[in-house]
């Protein structure tokens, strides 16, 4: 079965441009959830979706957002690029909320 | 905020030594934890997980550890390998899908001594 697969691996976007994500979840997973990973802050929570919906929301300004197709494959988007925003973006996928999460290898967005 | 914090940033062990990887969770209303493995340039990988009506779980080469009562958490890697080289988080999270998705620690970077 193939894992989570995220793409690009890598991008580099200049401030104030606009960035799309996309994740697709391990078959028969439902369940998506976006995390942001710096060296100073680790791991944070974004958001999660679940059958199209999103259910919850990590502490990030609304330049963030995402959203899920009814073949459960996701997509994040941030707009207005930061500097700050450089991170590696860690999508994961489970069968349902709480369920066991399994991650992709991330997208390393450096913006410059 | 709550969070999920490890002891130690960095743990250096023998090839072929147990390793112990420690992990004190604050949030009393946690009930599922999961370790994870990541190694540069990758996502985190899963482990093990525990829920909290349990106090041990083993797994290949390896186990956790929940004490509920002083709130910790710890990863025992039996007979490490260089291969076990990586930054190790564990993470918090309720069984039906926390508010907050994954709480996850600081990690520990586990290196392997020849």
């Known amino acids: 079965k193939a894992g989570v697969t995220q793409t690009p691996r890598y991008l580099i976007k200049t401030r104030g441009q606009q960035v799309t994500l996309s994740c697709s979840p391990i078959s028969g997973h439902r369940s998506v959830s976006w995390y942001q990973q710096t060296p100073g802050q680790g791991l944070q929570f974004l958001f999660e979706?679940?059958?199209?919906?999103?259910?919850n929301k990590g502490n990030f300004p609304g330049r963030f957002s995402g959203r899920q197709f009814s073949n459960s494959r996701s997509e994040m988007n941030v707009s207005t690029l930061e500097l700050g925003d450089s991170a590696l973006y860690l999508c994961a996928s489970s069968l349902g909320p709480g369920g066991v999460a399994f991650f992709g290898q991330g997208t390393r967005l450096t913006v410059v | 905020g709550e969070s999920v914090g490890l002891h130690l940033p960095t743990l250096s062990v023998q090839e072929g030594d147990n390793s112990i990887i420690n992990c004190a969770y604050s949030?009393?209303?946690?009930?599922?934890f999961i370790w994870y493995k990541q190694e540069s340039g990758k996502g985190p990988q899963f482990i093990i997980d525990?829920?909290?009506?349990?106090d041990k779980r083993q797994g290949q080469r390896v186990t956790v550890l929940l004490n509920k009562t002083v709130k910790h958490l710890s990863l025992q890697i039996a007979a490490t390998q260089p291969g076990d080289s990586a930054v190790y988080f564990c993470?918090?999270?309720?069984?039906?899908?926390?508010?907050?998705?994954?709480?996850f620690g600081k990690g520990t970077h586990l290196i392997i001594q020849p």
């Open positions: 979706y679940f059958s199209e919906t999103q259910r």
């Open positions: 525990i829920r909290s009506n349990m």
């Open positions: 949030n009393s209303a946690s009930d599922y």
């Open positions: 993470a918090e999270t309720f069984s039906g899908g926390g508010a907050d998705g994954l709480t």
